[in-house]
């Protein structure tokens, strides 16, 4: 089946540096990728939508100066969290969408950030 | 606007026994639902869909959902439930002009031997 893989799947950062985060389809193309933002034991948000080639497009209330979001390939897009504060910290999960087919999305496992 | 409402924050279950999980939507067009397993510190993964056509599904692991469009739900069961299904599951709509995915809060299943 298709894979979604996440780098780093932890990672601890002071705060003020700035953190990325990448997601790569494994076996299949992705034109289009998610990020997603999920508080202890809530439910998953839709952070942008990132396009391969074009700008990503930022929900409403998500900063897109601070999480800075390049999908440069088919294959590949991350998430650059800037100027990283305590608030920040949190378990982000992308998603691919399988360009072929029904546009299926498959999952990516996480990354779990936190911010000191 | 689309959303999705999972009542049930916990489901405890004995082992063996039934278990129904409860998905509400609400929206303007037709959607596509559905329903992903999250276990502890990992991503989803999908048990299900619901695109369009007969309006029982069936997923992985046993699970199967019923699409109700009069009383918009998606509803998934599983007739006898393993330890192993404790997770959090998360019930999801897609609009069908649209591939975001917008997630209802999530139901805990707890299976208890």
């Known amino acids: 089946g298709a894979v979604v893989s996440q780098h780093p799947s932890r990672v601890i950062c002071k705060s003020g540096t700035s953190v990325k985060i990448e997601c790569r389809s494994l076996?299949?193309?992705?034109?289009?990728m998610f990020w997603y933002r999920q508080f202890p034991k809530q439910s998953l948000m839709l952070m942008a939508t990132?396009?391969?080639?074009?700008?990503?497009?930022?929900e409403q209330g998500v900063e897109k100066d601070k999480f800075l979001i390049n999908h440069a390939s088919l294959t590949l897009s991350t998430l650059t969290v800037t100027s990283a504060h305590p608030e920040d910290s949190s378990f982000y999960i992308c998603?691919?969408?399988?360009?072929?087919?029904?546009?299926?999305?498959?999952f990516g496992p996480g990354t779990r950030l936190t911010v000191t | 606007a689309q959303s999705v409402t999972q009542l049930d924050s916990q489901v405890p279950v004995f082992e063996e026994a039934p278990v129904e999980l409860r998905c509400n939507y609400s929206?303007?067009?037709?959607?596509?639902l559905f329903w992903y397993v999250q276990y502890p510190n990992q991503g989803l993964q999908l048990l299900l869909k619901?695109?369009?056509?007969?309006?029982l599904v069936k997923g992985i692991n046993g699970f199967e959902a019923e699409f109700n469009k009069s009383q918009t739900s998606f509803h998934l069961r599983k007739p006898s439930v393993h330890i192993s299904d404790t997770a959090e599951y998360f019930c999801?709509?897609?609009?069908?002009?649209?591939?975001?995915?917008?997630f209802g809060s999530g139901t805990r299943l707890l299976v208890r031997p």
């Open positions: 929206s303007s067009v037709s959607v596509y």
């Open positions: 619901y695109l369009s056509g007969s309006t």
């Open positions: 999801a709509v897609s609009p069908d002009s649209s591939y975001k995915l917008i």
């Open positions: 990132s396009n391969e080639g074009s700008k990503a497009t930022y």
């Open positions: 076996d299949f193309q992705a034109t289009t």
């Open positions: 998603s691919a969408r399988d360009t072929s087919g029904v546009g299926e999305q498959y």
